[in-house]
T-cell receptor, first 117, second 114 residues
């Protein structure tokens, strides 16, 4: 069975600084997707960034980027130039690829990010 | 588009009561899911559907029923509420299986079972 582990329950970062959130996963599949979701106090789940396992290039979305290490099964999220609005719970998630015929997402337990002014 | 809507936003039940959490989407998405979120546990999949008339169990299906009679609606039924079902429930939908098909979440329902 696939698992997703976020070992940092809470992280803090100074405004304008850079922070990295860790995520490791376990799978025997070769075709899969990885995601980072943000959940602010409003409770709304917001997709931050996504990565396809077959793509070696790390995904980037503005100030958000990932460090995808497939052999190590690691998928960390880097937030540059942190802003107060980045304060939220961040969830790492895994889903098997199209060829698997399955739809299930597996989420990590989350990392609460605090941004200090 | 309203996106994914959930009702109610908050609900308090007594042990043994039954209720239905409503979920609807207006994006013509085939795939819909129900998750529960508990402190320290992340989101766990309860049930999901890959189209009208097709549902399947997720990670934590016990105590919950679903049906999908239309593309738009995917209600979650609690048959006999228990305190262990106190949680925040999220409904989600997506169009297809490719990585570009984003999963959209509803605003959540906070359920308390006394």
């Amino acid at each position: 069975a696939q698992t997703v582990t976020q070992s940092q329950p809470e992280m803090s970062v100074q405004e304008a600084e850079t922070v990295t959130l860790s995520c490791t996963y376990d799978t025997s599949e070769s075709d899969y997707y990885l995601f980072w979701y943000k959940q602010p106090p409003s409770r709304q789940m917001i997709l931050v960034i996504r990565q396809e396992a077959y793509k070696q290039q790390n995904a980037t979305e503005n100030r958000f980027s990932v460090n995808f290490q497939k052999a190590a099964k690691s998928f960390s999220l880097k937030i540059s130039d942190s802003q107060l609005g980045d304060a939220a719970m961040y969830f790492c998630a895994y889903r098997r690829g199209i060829t698997s015929g399955t739809y299930k997402y597996i989420f990590g337990t989350g990392t609460r990010l605090k941004v200090l002014a | 588009n309203a996106g994914v809507t959930q009702t109610p936003k908050f609900q308090v039940l007594k042990t043994g009561q039954s209720m239905t959490l409503q979920c609807a989407q207006d994006m013509n998405h085939e795939y819909m899911s129900w998750y529960r979120q508990d402190p320290g546990m992340g989101l766990r999949l309860i049930h999901y559907s890959v189209g009208a008339g097709i549902t399947d169990q997720g990670e934590v299906p016990n105590g919950y029923n679903v049906s999908r009679s239309t593309t738009e609606d995917f209600p979650l039924r609690l048959l006999s509420a228990a305190p262990s079902q106190t949680s925040v429930y999220f409904c989600a939908s997506r169009y297809g299986t490719g990585i570009d098909n984003e999963q959209f979440f509803g605003p959540g329902t906070r359920l308390t079972v006394l």
